[in-house]
Each structure stands twice: as C-alpha cells, then as structure tokens.
C-alpha cells in the first residue's frame, strides 16, 4: 500500500520534474510549479529571457493535473507514480508542455480515423566511479553487440531493471547488449502512442534510479565516450484504423515495394522535412557528434528498405508489425516533443500528398544516392528548425521559440568554453 505519490513532469531538457506528495493525492489531483521552470538550464542557469517561461513576469504558477486511472505502482518502497499534463493558470492547457504536443499530433491523426502506434528502442551506456573519483565505462570487458548473461552484464544489472520493470507492469520487448561494450538497447512493446510514451519515459527513470542503487549511472546520452559510437532513441510506428488494424500494412509481407499511400505519404514528409525534424530530436551539443556520415544514426535525406544506413527504414515485416523506423532522434531529446516532430513530419507529407523521392540504393559508408544530412552542430539545427514553419506550427510556435532560446543558449556555453563543457551536467540528468 503506497504512502505517497510522486508526481512528474518531463520538462523542455528532458528531465523528470515532481514532487512526493501524500497518499491522499492518490487519486484526480493536482499540484503547482513555478512555470519559469522552462527557463532554467542544465547548469541551473535561470535565462531571464527564455520566451513563454515568464521568468521576469514574477515566476507564475502552472499547474499538473493527473488522472487517479493513471496513477501506478512505482519502483521506490511505498510510493506511486503518475506523469500528469500542464495548465496554465487560467486553466488553458500549457502550450510548453510536451505531453500535451504529442496528444494535439495524436489527435491530428485521429481526425484521418487512424491511431498512431509507437514503438521505441533507447540505447544508454553504463558508467561507474572510479579511484579518482571521475566516472568511467562500467567493467563489461566480454560485453558486445546482442551480448546476454555475466560477460556483458558481470553486475546483472539489467536482471535487476528487468524484474523492476516485470513488477511495474511494463511489456519488454528485450534488453541486449549493444555494438560498443558498456552499451545497452532497451525495447518495449508497441503501444498507443502516448501510452509507449509514458512507459518509456517511466521505464528510463526506474533503470537509471535502480542501477544508481548498484553503483551505475546509465546514460542515455548520444555520446556520452567520444572514443566509442552514439546512442540513439529509435521512433517505430504505425497506424490502426477504425477496425483496428494495421493501416501501413497492404498484407503478411513488407518493404518498400508493398508501400500504399499512407506509408509513402509519411516518408515523404519525414525525407521533407528532415533538417527541421534535427533540431527537436536531437537537441544537444553532443547529438551532432552522433549524426555523422557512415554512422547508422539518420544523419542522411533519404529512406530505405531493411537498411541501417538510412535515416527512416522500412520494416520487411508486413501484416500486423507493418512500421515505419525514424533512426534519427536521441534520447536526449524529450520523449513527448520527439515522437511529436516524428508524427506531424509524417502527418504533413500525407495530407500534403508529397512525392516519394527515390529509395536510398547506396550503402550507406563508401556510396550514398541522398545529398544532404543533417546540420553540422546544435546552432545550424536549431535555425533549420525555425525555417521549417510548417512543423514548427504543427508541433506548437511556443514551445518551439521556448526550445530554439534554450539550445542556442546551450551551443554558446559549449562552443565558448569547450565541447564537453556541460558533460557532466548532462550525465546526472539524462
């Protein structure tokens, strides 16, 4: 029986914001915060100009509602748990909060009479302190890509992440070991989009807490080890329709050459609007490192069959797991303000009726057909964003003026003191 609820919010950086509070809040409840939380950085930095956070209009309140149905049983002895949305004062939903973008694209689609499904994989190295005091790569020296048991693991943290995770009710896909040791992927099960979003964002807090009580921090960084490869947040979905089935799917087989409208449409908005989409799904200094040619991280234009290589992939699989894969976005990104980009980047290229461009034939290392990649840092990103009017309207003005004044703020601390300047404060909070 739980004796308190702890209430969260996942802010415009992507870290968990709550509060405890007592049991009696259990329930349909609500709690207040100052709203010039969004204009705070990962150095605790207040940016007094940060637009819509209201920092020199005397630091207002917001408040987050939750649903006592979405309240569940958390990881911590005796405490509950529950994400809620964010309301202005006047009552009117934020228009910062990034849950609240993920459901206005969710009910963009519904107006199609489709809903959108998501599926995501996260990718997150282990680090642990060393002599010195400085924090280094956890001891897995037998680990390696689809590595499982004591050499990958020799801890079994990830024993522990996954009973806590069985206990809280979430579906695993699986955990593995992924191509650079310590490097772990986790993959849960397709869900309606804002359930497979509340699950990951819930289920990356638990495994970063539970193995912090082992003597691991688990980052989920893009490139927390400069030496090593990138991290990625993986953005799978489809589509149900009124009768509930696979909207992407023409039938048992997938793959580029059994496309139908709906899934051309999508890819021709994410190829469109590709530079744009950079700025929000991979949103820090340290994403570009990641986004780089002949890395299989969705730095190229273009999209592809079962190919790694490309930045959105098709599934070979048709039927009921008919998807479409985005590669691009880390989880440095907020969960909520990404799979929103994702889906409205898809959403613009069906109902604009965009052409497809041509499938990615090269290989992805020595020969690619597409011709432009991603922005070369944080600062070209974020004002190939801002060009980008029509995501920037579909996924909400403000809360993208609030992010473009955080990330141009977070590309001048790091070109002006070194690339690794806010290193450390990234690795305690994502």
């Known amino acids: 029986m739980s004796n308190r609820l702890r209430a969260l919010f996942i802010d415009h950086l992507s870290i968990p914001r709550g509060k405890y509070m007592p049991a009696s809040k259990i329930g349909d409840a609500s709690t207040r915060f100052a709203r010039a939380t969004f204009g705070v950085h990962y150095d605790r930095d207040l940016l007094l100009d940060a637009p819509h956070a209201k920092v020199r209009e005397g630091a207002p309140?917001?408040?987050?509602?939750?649903?006592?149905?979405?309240?569940?049983?958390?990881?911590?002895?005796?405490?509950?748990?529950?994400?809620?949305?964010?309301?202005?004062?006047?009552?009117?939903?934020?228009?910062?909060?990034?849950?609240?973008?993920?459901?206005?694209?969710?009910?963009?689609?519904?107006?199609?009479?489709?809903?959108?499904?998501?599926?995501?994989?996260?990718?997150?190295?282990?680090?642990?302190?060393?002599?010195?005091g400085r924090l280094r790569p956890y001891d897995a020296p037998g680990g390696g890509v689809y590595g499982t048991g004591p050499f990958a693991d020799p801890m079994r943290i990830n024993d522990v992440i996954w009973n806590k995770a069985l206990e809280m009710g979430f579906r695993l896909d699986l955990i593995t070991a992924e191509y650079d040791s310590p490097q772990f992927e986790y993959t849960?099960?397709?869900?309606?989009?804002?359930?497979?979003v509340d699950d990951i964002v819930l289920f990356r807090q638990m495994a970063r807490e539970v193995a912090l009580d082992h003597g691991i921090i688990l980052t989920f960084l893009p490139k927390p080890l400069s030496e090593l490869g990138g991290s990625g947040m993986h953005i799978n979905f489809s589509f149900q329709d009124a009768e509930g089935k696979n909207?992407?799917?023409?039938?048992?087989?997938?793959?580029?050459?059994?496309?139908?409208?709906?899934?051309?449409?999508?890819?021709?908005?994410?190829?469109?609007?590709?530079?744009?989409?950079?700025?929000?799904?991979?949103?820090?200094?340290?994403?570009?490192?990641?986004?780089?040619?002949?890395?299989?991280?969705?730095?190229?234009?273009?999209?592809?069959?079962?190919?790694?290589?490309?930045?959105?992939?098709?599934?070979?699989?048709?039927?009921?797991?008919?998807?479409?894969?985005?590669?691009?976005?880390?989880?440095?990104?907020?969960?909520?303000?990404?799979?929103?980009?994702?889906?409205?980047?898809?959403?613009?290229?069906?109902e604009s009726g965009m052409n497809l461009p041509p499938i990615e034939t090269g290989d992805g290392f020595d020969k690619v057909?597409?011709?432009?990649?991603?922005?070369?840092?944080?600062?070209?990103?974020?004002?190939?964003?801002?060009?980008d009017t029509a995501l920037v309207d579909a996924v909400g003005r403000e809360l993208v003026e609030n992010h473009a004044f955080m990330k141009e703020r977070e590309f001048r601390k790091t070109r002006e003191l070194e690339p690794d300047a806010l290193l450390d404060f990234y690795v305690w909070f994502i």
């Open 61 to 132: 309140d917001m408040e987050l509602r939750w649903r006592g149905d979405d309240v569940r049983t958390g990881w911590e002895p005796n405490t509950s748990i529950v994400l809620g949305d964010l309301y202005d004062a006047d009552g009117s939903p934020l228009s910062l909060c990034p849950r609240g973008a993920l459901k206005r694209a969710v009910a963009d689609w519904e107006k199609h009479g489709l809903k959108p499904m998501l599926g995501i994989e996260l990718e997150a190295y282990a680090l642990q302190g060393g002599e010195d």
């Open 369 to 387: 057909d597409a011709r432009t990649g991603t922005a070369p840092n944080l600062r070209k990103a974020i004002h190939d964003l801002q060009a």
């Open 247 to 350: 909207a992407l799917a023409t039938g048992e087989v997938g793959g580029p050459d059994h496309l139908n409208d709906l899934s051309r449409g999508c890819l021709a908005g994410l190829v469109h609007h590709h530079e744009g989409l950079a700025g929000l799904i991979a949103p820090t200094a340290g994403s570009y490192r990641r986004l780089q040619p002949a890395s299989l991280s969705g730095y190229w234009k273009n999209w592809g069959g079962d190919h790694r290589s490309v930045t959105t992939r098709v599934s070979g699989e048709g039927g009921a797991k008919a998807r479409l894969e985005h590669r691009m976005a880390d989880a440095s990104a907020n969960p909520y303000t990404a799979c929103a980009a994702v889906l409205q980047a898809a959403r613009l290229g069906y």
């Open 188 to 196: 849960l099960t397709f869900d309606d989009a804002l359930s497979a």
